[in-house]
Every structure is written in C-alpha cells, then in structure tokens.
C-alpha cells in the first residue's frame, strides 16, 4: 500500500469556522508534510512532523494548527481563515533521515474559505 | 537549500522523447535530484531520483552530469498523459535531520497529439 489518504477532498468554511484536515498513511513512514498550494505555483512547505514530533515549521501562521497524533495520522486545524488562506493542501509522507527516499503524496483537499 | 531552475514550460510531440533539463548548480555532494510530476490538480507523483549515476526506471531516465551541476529528465516515449508540470528537486542525503522537499517553479510540459 503505497497510499497517503487525505480527507475531505473538498472542504468550504466560513472565517469564524473550526476545521481539521486528516491525511493517513500506512507505509510505516515516520515523517509527515503539510504543503500549501495556490493555483498555478508550486507546493510551498508548511510543517514537517519527524517521529511524531514538529520539526519544521516554515514560519505558518498560528491559524494554522498541525497535529500527529500517532505514526500513521497527520492533522492540520484551521481557525479564522482568511479568504487568501484558500487553496489546495497537499500531505505527504516517507522515511526520515534517509536522503534515498521518496515521499509519497496524497491527492490533497482543495479549501475554500468564504 | 540548493536551488533549481527549469524552463516554464516545453512541448513535445506524442510518441517521442521528451528531454527536461534541470540546473542546480549549487549542489552539494551529498544532495539527491528528485523529479516529481503534477498533473492537473492532482498529487505530486514521484518519478525518479539519483545521486550521481544515470538512474533509469520504468517511467523514465535520468541523467545526471559528472560535475552535477546539471542533470535531463526523459520520458523515452511521450504520450498524451504526461502532460503534466514536472519539477525537480535537490534534497540532502544523511541521517542527521529531516530534510524538506522544496519544489521549484517547475516545467509545463505539453505533449501535442
């Protein structure tokens, strides 16, 4: 299984809302990403989760939450979003630590926030 | 990080060799190159990553120079589906950190019918 599984796969919520988005994963890899994408750029890093611990944070607004609960399951919360804030959230996973080795991308949630 | 730079976009006409080149002049020794594939509103799909050898795999051949300042994606045979913006990525080997995966802007490759 080679599968990273992110729900819902299309999220909509106002700016006073409280969200999360779920990525999984079952590949026993022991890091996990959150990537944000606008239309028509690239997938910019947001956190990066080592061993179930927060080891990079690429300076992300604190609206922006991330949890890993367990080896196999990456959370991102969101609370008052802004408009800009839409876009597609990308999760993806793969071996830490080793430089020969790929990650392995889920199909993302495309957020709308209205 | 080391940074990448591809061209903004490249046809390719249906049943031959697309070749996408990747600059990364400022790699370091221990840094892989990654390619990565976006097809619209999709997922990055992983397609190939090496060190310093040519590396070749079902999807596609890489080919890395000996100074390593440069290396060609090809996909031997193009067909309409890999249509796709395809993105290289310079990433640090080793065991002493985690390590990210920083996407460049990438190349948008057409395959014409």
């Known amino acids: 299984d080679t599968e990273v599984t992110q729900t819902p796969k299309h999220l909509v919520m106002g700016m006073t809302n409280k969200k999360s988005l779920k990525c999984e994963q079952h590949m026993g890899h022991r890091a996990m990403y959150w990537y944000k994408q606008k239309a028509k750029k690239p997938p910019e890093l947001m956190f990066v989760?080592?061993?179930?611990?927060?080891?990079i944070n690429e300076s992300v607004p604190s609206r922006f939450s991330p949890e890993c609960p367990n080896s196999s399951l990456l959370n991102l919360h969101l609370h008052a979003l802004q408009p800009e804030d839409s876009a597609l959230y990308l999760c993806?996973?793969?071996?830490?630590?080793?430089?020969?080795?790929?990650?392995?991308f889920g199909q993302g949630t495309r957020l709308t926030v209205v | 990080d080391a940074k990448t730079t591809q061209p903004t976009s490249m046809d390719c006409a249906e049943g031959r060799a697309a070749n996408l080149p990747c600059n990364h002049s400022t790699i370091s020794g221990n840094e892989y190159v990654y390619w990565y594939r976006q097809i619209h509103s999709q997922g990055p799909q992983y397609i190939i990553h090496g060190l310093k050898n040519n590396e070749t795999n079902e999807m596609a051949s890489l080919i890395i120079t000996e100074d390593r300042k440069s290396s060609t994606l090809i996909l031997p045979h193009a067909t309409l589906r890999d249509t796709a913006v395809y993105y290289c990525?310079?990433?640090?080997?080793?065991?002493?950190?985690?390590?990210?995966?920083?996407f460049g802007t990438g190349t948008r490759l057409k395959v014409l019918a």
């Open positions: 993806a996973s793969s071996t830490p630590n080793t430089g020969s080795t790929e990650a392995f």
């Open positions: 989760y080592s061993y179930e611990k927060l080891s």
């Open positions: 990525i310079v990433r640090p080997g080793g065991t002493s950190g985690t390590y990210k995966y920083i």
